[in-house]
């Protein structure tokens, strides 16, 4: 067991590699093998942990859902699936104010079915909905903070890449929290949904709402009737690849890794079906590769992390300082959550995951919250410090995927505040009334 001073060593360690901006697996991995060391200094031993915690961890066949569902959200993206969706749900929403706004964020949550993965809805939808609303005269700032502040289901609405790591990581059943965050997802784009809504209907010059941009929203996305048939066919397709993989997890059907399986292989045919060509598909698999392979990394160097907490006492000494620290439950919460913020402001969301919850989530279980409404929660947090300045990563890709504009972070920034705070209530709603977050679940348990 260490002392109090020992701990601190691997702490700082730790925090100084992840700050001077050294990867966060190999910052994990020395500190890890740092901690091991210090209570066996023995550098065979010290190999001996490092390799067979990697063996446990790689073998597992869970770590192949990453990369699975990755495949099926690649595939659909890239053969127009987002450009089709947006299209579609556009074409729907004609008759509600600042309906560009709202095609955007239901658009974001459908793709949030299919890609998990936030900075990349928040890259296409700023090709696929920024020209739309531009032309129609929307305003930038309004614009673009919609595209920022709805990419954020992407990593809300599973197959979450947060969900999976977050479920590695506690040992929670991935099936689980995917279905536990389909509540709160859709309970983010009411909260956006009614925002936009009520910003048009207070500002109708701000959304393209005169009488010549009416006219000019008669047609709809350059499609014609023939086009949009097509479009809802394809939509529909992709819509029962998500009920059918979802469903069959949560119906206990098949395992989260059968299911990423299932969903890999449909979605290769019907991005086969929609014209992709088999150097796409061969472009598609090895861009999933690269992206995937340094997340196994890092979560197996976060399985190691994980364990020499345990072993060391750090995650018990954080839990007996929090408890002992006379605050109650809810705001020993507000801590971890205002963590997260600024957590969000400086590294992505997948580090943050591997560097707190190892520490917070036994926390949260000795303060009786249930354990998938704190891990919904806790994703929620980490995505709202994505939007949170001054270094709000999406904002960033936001304007990194529109190099020709002459916008600044500072316009979207401003923009995304109302975003922020939707997505900081429904924090709170689940904190008071968790039952939002662990509904769904039960139900597939009975």
Same mark, same amino acid.
């Given at each position: 067991?260490?002392?109090? *001073?020992? !701990?601190?060593?691997?702490?700082? /360690?730790?925090?100084? =590699?992840?700050? *001077?901006?050294?990867?966060?697996?190999?910052?994990?991995?020395?500190?890890?093998?740092?901690?091991?060391?210090?209570? @066996?200094?023995?550098?065979?031993?010290?190999? *001996?942990?490092?390799?067979?915690? &990697?063996?446990?961890?790689?073998?597992?066949?869970?770590?192949?859902?990453?990369?699975?569902?990755?495949?099926?959200?690649?595939?659909?993206?890239?053969? +127009?699936?987002?450009?089709?969706? #947006?299209?579609?749900?556009?074409?729907?929403?004609?008759?509600?104010?600042?309906?560009?706004?709202?095609?955007? %964020? $239901?658009?974001?949550?459908?793709?949030? #079915?299919?890609?998990?993965?936030?900075?990349?809805? &928040?890259?296409?939808?700023?090709?696929?909905?920024?020209?739309? !609303?531009?032309?129609?005269?929307?305003?930038?700032?309004?614009?673009?903070?919609?595209?920022?502040?709805?990419?954020?289901?992407?990593?809300?609405?599973?197959?979450?890449?947060?969900?999976?790591?977050?479920?590695?990581?506690?040992? @929670?059943?991935?099936? @689980?929290?995917?279905?536990?965050?389909?509540?709160?997802?859709?309970?983010?784009?009411?909260?956006?949904?009614?925002?936009?809504?009520?910003?048009?209907?207070?500002?109708?010059?701000?959304?393209?709402?005169?009488?010549?941009?009416?006219?000019?929203?008669?047609? *709809?996305?350059?499609?014609?009737?023939?086009? !949009?048939?097509?479009?809802?066919?394809?939509?529909?397709? /992709?819509? +029962?690849?998500?009920?059918?993989?979802?469903?069959?997890?949560? !119906?206990?059907?098949?395992?989260?890794?059968?299911?990423?399986?299932?969903?890999?292989?449909?979605?290769?045919?019907?991005?086969?079906?929609?014209? =992709?060509?088999?150097?796409? /598909?061969?472009?598609?698999? =090895?861009?999933?590769?690269?992206?995937?392979?340094?997340?196994? =990394?890092?979560?197996?160097?976060?399985?190691?992390?994980?364990?020499?907490?345990?072993?060391?006492?750090?995650? +018990?000494?954080?839990?007996?300082?929090?408890?002992?620290?006379?605050?109650?439950?809810?705001?020993?919460? &507000? %801590?971890?959550?205002?963590?997260? $913020?600024?957590?969000?402001?400086?590294?992505?969301?997948?580090?943050?995951?591997?560097?707190?919850?190892? /520490?917070?989530?036994?926390?949260?279980?000795?303060? +009786?919250?249930?354990?998938?409404?704190?891990?919904?929660?806790?994703?929620?947090?980490?995505?709202?410090?994505?939007?949170?300045?001054?270094?709000?990563?999406?904002?960033?890709?936001?304007?990194?995927?529109?190099?020709?504009?002459?916008?600044?972070?500072?316009?979207?920034?401003?923009?995304?505040?109302?975003?922020?705070?939707?997505?900081?209530?429904?924090?709170?709603?689940?904190?008071?009334?968790?039952?939002?977050?662990?509904?769904?679940?039960?139900?597939?348990?009975?």
């Amino acid at each position: 067991m260490f002392d109090l *001073s020992q !701990m601190l060593i691997v702490l700082g /360690v730790l925090l100084a =590699l992840v700050l *001077s901006g050294v990867h966060i697996a190999i910052a994990l991995g020395i500190t890890s093998a740092l901690g091991i060391y210090i209570m @066996q200094p023995d550098i065979e031993v010290v190999r *001996s942990f490092v390799s067979n915690t &990697a063996y446990e961890a790689l073998r597992d066949y869970i770590f192949a859902v990453i990369p699975l569902f990755m495949l099926m959200g690649e595939f659909l993206a890239k053969c +127009g699936a987002a450009k089709d969706l #947006f299209a579609l749900v556009n074409r729907g929403t004609k008759w509600l104010p600042g309906r560009l706004g709202v095609a955007t %964020v $239901f658009a974001n949550a459908i793709f949030g #079915f299919v890609t998990g993965v936030s900075i990349a809805a &928040a890259a296409a939808f700023s090709r696929i909905a920024w020209p739309e !609303m531009k032309r129609f005269g929307y305003s930038r700032e309004f614009s673009l903070a919609c595209i920022a502040g709805s990419a954020c289901l992407g990593m809300l609405i599973p197959p979450s890449v947060l969900m999976i790591v977050w479920g590695v990581l506690t040992e @929670q059943a991935i099936g @689980q929290l995917f279905i536990a965050g389909i509540v709160p997802g859709f309970m983010v784009v009411g909260a956006y949904v009614i925002y936009i809504v009520i910003f048009a209907i207070r500002n109708p010059a701000l959304v393209g709402e005169d009488q010549a941009t009416q006219d000019r929203l008669t047609i *709809s996305f350059g499609h014609d009737e023939a086009e !949009m048939k097509e479009v809802f066919r394809s939509t529909m397709m /992709v819509a +029962g690849l998500i009920i059918g993989v979802l469903g069959g997890i949560w !119906m206990g059907y098949f395992t989260p890794t059968e299911g990423a399986g299932v969903g890999a292989a449909a979605g290769l045919v019907l991005a086969v079906a929609k014209g =992709l060509r088999w150097k796409e /598909v061969f472009e598609v698999v =090895l861009t999933v590769g690269r992206t995937s392979a340094p997340l196994l =990394l890092l979560l197996v160097m976060a399985n190691l992390y994980s364990r020499v907490l345990s072993m060391t006492g750090i995650t +018990g000494a954080a839990q007996q300082f929090f408890l002992n620290s006379g605050l109650g439950p809810y705001e020993i919460l &507000a %801590v971890m959550v205002a963590i997260w $913020f600024v957590l969000g402001c400086i590294i992505d969301s997948v580090s943050i995951i591997l560097l707190t919850v190892p /520490v917070f989530a036994p926390i949260a279980n000795a303060l +009786g919250f249930d354990p998938l409404a704190f891990a919904m929660m806790g994703i929620l947090a980490i995505e709202t410090g994505l939007l949170t300045p001054p270094f709000g990563i999406l904002v960033f890709t936001v304007k990194a995927a529109l190099p020709n504009e002459d916008v600044t972070v500072g316009e979207i920034f401003r923009g995304a505040i109302p975003f922020w705070i939707c997505l900081l209530s429904v924090i709170v709603i689940i904190a008071i009334w968790p039952q939002t977050a662990t509904w769904l679940p039960s139900l597939g348990r009975a």
